[in-house]
């Protein structure tokens, strides 16, 4: 742990769980809160599959993000009961949750994530998307009827998007914090590998320009990770469950596959500060998402 001297008096640090059915902006909101694309975001729910910490560090705290994957309710296989214990286990681990719900809207998927959510903890409520409505006083009678189902500690409106009320809602975080030296050094902001960053790239490039005719049980696997120097050397592959989702990302003559593998690379690059070589292949993997052998095989456990 670090406990250097410049560490002030009262730092706080601690971990904050992000929680909500699919879909609500749970990435888009930590991205946002911590000032750097970690967790990927797409239009097609369930697209966060792992536990991603995102850290912010300012003078007198340390934010430790842990974003878990969409609750998810429509399928039931073994890939879904795992996402599911994933959940539970973060939450009642953080020092306090941020429960977000789409402004305006609240379904049965958003009830089952509320039965979830453990008493011990606090929890702030979120609403999102709240650029969305144009009416602001229609968002007090929506506010009180989510806060009738569960003991929140807050409740803090907020655009993701367009950044509005982020500021506030950080400042109510950090009230939850608890004393503690940083964890993490300031400049960090994730604790997962560049192998596991370069993964959720592809998958969220794959998700993005492949759209909702892909099953979300598709996965990236990174076969090879090397560098030399400046250089990293990347071999991907992603697995698809039949031959038609093969040629779904293939494309015209390639043409998708090779946008899949440019976006990827200049990604990579960004967030790696320096040149990637990247090879993109597909493998048709018929039933892994129902195969729980598999999937520890694969890494989800
Ligand atoms: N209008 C509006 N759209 C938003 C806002 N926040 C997120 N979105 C959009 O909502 C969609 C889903 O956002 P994500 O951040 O991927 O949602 P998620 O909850 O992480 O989704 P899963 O990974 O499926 O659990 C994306 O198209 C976002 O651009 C917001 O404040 N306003």
């Given at each position: 742990m670090n406990t250097s001297s410049?560490?002030?008096?009262?730092f706080r640090c601690g971990y904050i769980a992000i929680v909500g059915?699919?879909?609500?902006?749970k990435s888009t909101l930590m991205n946002v809160l911590i000032g750097a694309k970690v967790s990927i975001t797409s239009r097609?729910?369930?697209?966060?599959?792992h536990r991603i910490t995102g850290i912010q560090t300012v003078d007198d705290a340390q934010f430790i993000y842990v974003d878990t994957p969409g609750f998810q309710t429509r399928h039931s296989n073994a890939l879904n009961k795992t996402l599911n214990k994933t959940v539970t286990n973060t939450l009642i681990s953080a020092d306090v949750i941020l429960y977000l719900v789409e402004a305006g809207t609240f379904g049965p998927a958003d009830q089952q994530v509320v039965d979830l959510l453990p008493k011990e903890v606090p929890v702030i409520l979120v609403i999102n998307k709240?650029?969305?409505?144009?009416?602001?006083?229609?968002?007090m009678p929506f506010a009180q009827e989510i806060a009738a189902k569960h003991n929140f500690t807050a409740i803090v409106p907020v655009s993701a998007k367009l950044r509005f009320q982020v500021d506030a809602l950080q400042a109510e975080i950090k009230k939850y914090?608890?004393?503690?030296?940083?964890?993490?050094?300031?400049?960090?902001?994730?604790?997962?590998?560049e192998k596991f960053l370069a993964a959720e790239i592809v998958r969220e490039k794959v998700f993005r320009l492949?759209?909702?005719?892909?099953?979300?049980t598709s996965t990236v696997l990174i076969e090879q990770f090397e560098q030399e120097g400046d250089l990293r050397r990347i071999f991907a592959a992603v697995l698809v469950e039949r031959d038609t989702h093969k040629s779904m990302l293939i494309g015209n003559k390639g043409a998708r596959l090779k946008e899949i593998s440019t976006q990827s690379r200049l990604d990579m690059e960004k967030l790696f500060g320096g040149p990637v070589y990247l090879e993109i292949w597909i493998k048709v993997k018929s039933g892994?998402?129902?195969?729980e052998a598999g999937l520890r095989a694969y890494g989800y456990e």
């Amino acid at each position: 742990m670090n406990t250097s001297s410049s560490t002030p008096e009262n730092f706080r640090c601690g971990y904050i769980a992000i929680v909500g059915r699919p879909n609500v902006g749970k990435s888009t909101l930590m991205n946002v809160l911590i000032g750097a694309k970690v967790s990927i975001t797409s239009r097609k729910a369930q697209t966060t599959r792992h536990r991603i910490t995102g850290i912010q560090t300012v003078d007198d705290a340390q934010f430790i993000y842990v974003d878990t994957p969409g609750f998810q309710t429509r399928h039931s296989n073994a890939l879904n009961k795992t996402l599911n214990k994933t959940v539970t286990n973060t939450l009642i681990s953080a020092d306090v949750i941020l429960y977000l719900v789409e402004a305006g809207t609240f379904g049965p998927a958003d009830q089952q994530v509320v039965d979830l959510l453990p008493k011990e903890v606090p929890v702030i409520l979120v609403i999102n998307k709240s650029d969305r409505v144009k009416d602001k006083a229609a968002l007090m009678p929506f506010a009180q009827e989510i806060a009738a189902k569960h003991n929140f500690t807050a409740i803090v409106p907020v655009s993701a998007k367009l950044r509005f009320q982020v500021d506030a809602l950080q400042a109510e975080i950090k009230k939850y914090l608890p004393e503690n030296a940083p964890i993490f050094g300031p400049d960090d902001i994730t604790d997962r590998s560049e192998k596991f960053l370069a993964a959720e790239i592809v998958r969220e490039k794959v998700f993005r320009l492949v759209g909702d005719e892909l099953p979300y049980t598709s996965t990236v696997l990174i076969e090879q990770f090397e560098q030399e120097g400046d250089l990293r050397r990347i071999f991907a592959a992603v697995l698809v469950e039949r031959d038609t989702h093969k040629s779904m990302l293939i494309g015209n003559k390639g043409a998708r596959l090779k946008e899949i593998s440019t976006q990827s690379r200049l990604d990579m690059e960004k967030l790696f500060g320096g040149p990637v070589y990247l090879e993109i292949w597909i493998k048709v993997k018929s039933g892994w998402a129902d195969n729980e052998a598999g999937l520890r095989a694969y890494g989800y456990e």
